[in-house]
Antibody, heavy 124, light 108 residues
Framework: EVQLVESGGVLVKPGGSLRLSCAVS????????MNWVRQAPGKGLEWVSS????????NYADSMKGRFTISRDNAKNSLYLQMNSLRAEDTAVYYC?????????????????WGQGTLVTVSS | SYVLTQPPSVSVAPGQTARITCGGN??????VHWYQQKPGQAPVLVVY???ARPSGIPERFSGSNSGNTATLTISRVEAGDEADFYC???????????FGGGTKLTVL
């Protein structure tokens, strides 16, 4: 059974830092691109960042560039998100999600498995 | 970046057919994926690559994509289908995924 379990979400003050983790089981972690997707309270889904299977390709949403760092440890089947200079607008549930390549050329990726999410609250 | 437009809400009676649209410039040239999210739960993939269904998703869920509109169709709607639905594509210009704003499906 595929499982993705996020952890690390807490209440943090503006300007603070936080590291989220996602522990994975049930599939060969080292073979898949992994992603972070967030959802602010009452709002829609927003892609945050992705990392390729070997960490050779990393991408971020513009609003996270320079503040967030995605990483992975394939030996530990774990995905991470280091979040610095946190702002109130970063308050959200953060999901880790497995990426799967579209069957169409140039179709990019979609997300076939998601964790249950971890809540990050940025407030003074 | 690429923009996807969804209606905020769609209402349908049980047993009827719900159609949720996702608009985008020439979206018919892109691969569209759909997610269902029930309150307090993580999103679940219900349709990928415009029309394909993951294992375990009922045949009542189907997708289409042409021109400037992609559509998720839910036949014989049940009370348990009530949820938020999101479309998603890949924005080749920015090389990252984009989500629509979401549509709340209400079963009357």
């Amino acid at each position: 059974e595929v499982q993705l379990v996020e952890s690390g979400g807490v209440l943090v003050k503006p300007g603070g830092s936080l590291r989220l983790s996602c522990a994975v089981s049930g599939f060969t972690f080292s073979s898949y691109t992994m992603n972070w997707v967030r959802q602010a309270p009452g709002k829609g889904l927003e892609w945050v960042s992705s990392i390729s299977s070997s960490s050779s390709y990393i991408n971020y949403a513009d609003s996270m560039k320079g503040r967030f760092t995605i990483s992975r440890d394939n030996a530990k089947n774990s995905l991470y998100l280091q979040m610095n200079s946190l702002r109130a607008e970063d308050t959200a549930v953060y999901y880790c999600a497995r990426g799967l390549e579209s069957g169409y050329d140039g179709g990019g990726e979609y997300f076939d498995y998601w964790g249950q999410g971890t809540l990050v609250t940025v407030s003074s | 970046s690429y923009v996807l437009t969804q209606p905020p809400s769609v209402s349908v009676a049980p047993g009827q057919t719900a159609r949720i649209t996702c608009g985008g410039n020439n979206i018919g040239t892109k691969s569209v994926h759909w997610y269902q999210q029930k309150p307090g739960q993580a999103p679940v993939l219900v349709v990928y690559d415009d029309t394909a269904r993951p294992s375990g998703i009922p045949e009542r869920f189907s997708g289409s994509n042409s021109g400037n509109t992609a559509t998720l169709t839910i036949s014989r709607v049940e009370a348990g289908d009530e949820a938020d639905f999101y479309c998603q594509v890949w924005d080749n210009s920015s090389d990252h995924p984009v989500f629509g704003g979401g549509t709340k499906l209400t079963v009357l």
